[in-house]
């Protein structure tokens, strides 16, 4: 399976900066405001950034191997 470069750079920043931010958002808001199932929210957003994080290095480890077998041009 292949995706585009800039699915991968989404991808990327989603699991880099967004997801991160609003767990931490949300845990802070929930401890401050008594927002329901501040952990088990948090813990859920956790678990999703590792899963994009582990397929997007997979994909990345096959392109890699997909494009250092080319020839190169001299």
Known sequence: MRISNELYDL???IADLLLPALGAL???LAGIWNFPY????VGSITLVVAFIDIVLR???G???KETSD???DI
């Open 11 to 13: 991808l990327r920043a």
């Open 26 to 28: 949300y845990f802070g």
């Open 38 to 41: 501040g952990e088990e929210i």
């Open 58 to 60: 997979i994909l990345k």
């Open 62 to 64: 096959k392109y890699d």
């Open 70 to 72: 080319e020839p190169k």
